[in-house]
């Protein structure tokens, strides 16, 4: 095996594609897009830069892996630096609270609230550090190619400690009594596009992560890791051909062949697919008899993760706020989680997120202007899909009032010089987004694990997937361990 083929030049498949390169393949790359990233994509404008997608930089030595992997020094193309405060976090009738990965800052602030909390806090910390470390051994960190490798004793009895059962808010519940400990600990969960009250206790690592391992900032944003991978790729000797998107994922008597490109068939000895799972199903390989179980029915029954509603807007003013992330939560976050997941409407008062990049790289704006990067969570296509013009407009206004009302930038109308809107119809369209969902499949337990989307294809040789939608889930950290499992299985495969 010598020549491979990459689909897509998102973040997964350019951590892929880097090691099969380092590895002595030769690797070529097809993205549809003019430049890498994916929805790890960027935004420029009247002398502004925003990040598309990814914003927070967890799990920082996972980012710098991939480079040490290569043989380069990751400063070199992904210089970063601390985050503190990690985040700030308002509520609309509570004080704020803002978090330090700083032991002795968060004690304080942590004993503030209460003693009983701060004890439970700590005891919910350690608690999920020893799933954690249970979790990366057992499952983040190994791909399940038959049925034996999950349903094992070994297997099995990690999954009983990780007690998956519960659901995060309910798990976190136990643990501390304030309510915004509480949602400071369970809304993490909507990174990954899956609501607290129902999505495992065991996703409540997130924030764990957070503060042990530390929250990062890259040099230039987080499109810079996009980039940097994309250069060492091509450093390496790899070859990207942009605006070139793949017609079909090549598949005869069960063996693949390459890919289909311009009319033309590709050749390759085997193939890596970072496109989202399931739209690499129902659009690169149309004849569902090749699919195995994955047929459009199947496709179109799996549950997906939430989508976003996002604002990238060019302000010629600074404001005074400190923090580099804040969440803004809605006055009932139970019926907004609810209105995501549930009813699949707008939310009317919803949670947002707001990223100020150019607070840590003043070159991302202007002198003496602000980009403002605005997240709200919205249901996937197949939940809500009204995304007419006069709706997203309508919807906009309605965040903007927002802002204007719980935030610090409260004549932000007034300063607009520069905006973007995307939607999950952007997802769809632009980045193959199944139903715009931003984080792909939602990671339920029915869709975890053994049970998510394999790395080996189960249905094809020579196929392999990486990506938010297949093992182990979605997340910058997790996405680029689904590349290095989609390699580890090639390898095997070639071996």
């Known amino acids: 095996m010598k020549k491979i083929i990459v689909v897509g030049a998102g973040v997964a498949s350019l951590s892929a594609a880097v090691r099969l390169q380092k590895l002595g393949y030769q690797v070529t790359l097809y993205e549809k897009e003019s430049q890498p990233g994916g929805k790890m994509n960027q935004i420029k404008g009247q002398g502004f830069t925003f990040d598309v997608g990814p914003t927070i930089v967890m799990m920082p030595e996972i980012y710098r892996e991939v ?23 308002h509520f609309s009738e509570q004080e704020s609270l803002s978090f330090s990965n700083d032991l002795v800052e968060l004690t304080k602030s942590l004993e503030a609230i209460s003693e009983e909390d701060a004890q439970g806090y700590f005891a919910f910390l350690a608690d999920i550090y020893k799933r954690y470390v249970i979790a990366k051994e057992m499952f983040i960190t190994k791909s399940f190619r038959t049925w034996r490798d999950f349903y094992n004793p070994k297997s099995l009895w990690a999954g009983l400690k990780l007690k998956t059962f519960s659901d995060a808010y309910s798990s976190i519940s136990k643990f501390v009594k304030d309510d915004r400990l509480r949602k400071s600990l369970a809304f993490q969960t909507l990174y990954i596009g899956v609501s607290p009250y129902q999505g495992p206790s065991l996703y409540t690592i997130i924030p764990m992560i957070e503060l042990m391992y530390g929250v990062y900032f890259i040099k230039g944003g987080m499109y810079t890791l996009a980039k940097g991978l994309a250069q060492l790729f091509e450093e390496l000797g790899g070859t990207i051909h942009y605006d070139s998107p793949v017609e079909e994922i090549v598949i005869e008597n069960k063996q693949t062949k390459g890919i289909r490109f311009a009319g033309n068939l590709i050749a390759a000895d085997a193939v890596i697919c970072g496109a989202d799972f399931p739209y690499a199903m129902s659009a690169l390989i149309p004849d569902e008899n090749k699919r195995g179980k994955y047929t459009d029915k199947k496709i179109d029954a799996m549950d997906y993760s939430c989508s ?33 997941f549930e009813d699949g409407q707008l939310p009317q008062d919803p949670s947002f997120y707001l990223y100020r990049p150019s607070l840590l790289d003043p070159s991302l704006a202007p002198a003496g202007q602000e980009g403002l990067y605005v997240l709200v969570p919205v249901p996937e296509l197949s939940k809500f899909n009204d995304w007419s013009d006069s709706v997203i407009q309508d919807y906009r206004q309605q965040v903007i009032d927002l802002i204007k009302e719980k935030t610090p930038y409260h004549d932000i109308d007034a300063h607009i010089v520069f905006e973007k809107i995307y939607t999950p119809e952007t997802f769809k369209g632009r980045f193959n987004a199944y139903n715009g969902a931003t984080f792909g499949l939602k990671p339920t337990l029915a869709q975890s694990n053994y049970y998510r989307p394999h ?30 499992l989609a390699v580890e299985e090639l390898l095997r495969d070639d071996r």
Do not use: R, W
Request: with cysteine; aromatic share 16%.
């Open 67 to 89: 480079f040490t992997f290569a043989g380069v020094d990751p400063d070199d193309y992904i210089p970063m630096e601390k985050v503190d405060p990690m985040l700030d976090l």
């Open 455 to 484: 790395n080996k294809f189960d249905y094809a040789e020579g196929l392999y997937f990486c990506g938010s939608s297949t093992h182990p889930g979605a997340g910058v950290p997790i996405v680029m361990q689904s590349a290095k």
């Open 308 to 340: 976003c509603f996002l604002l990238y807007l060019g302000l010629d003013k600074t404001y005074d706020q400190t923090a580099l992330h804040n969440i803004y939560f809605a006055d009932d976050f139970k019926k907004n989680v609810d209105d995501l």
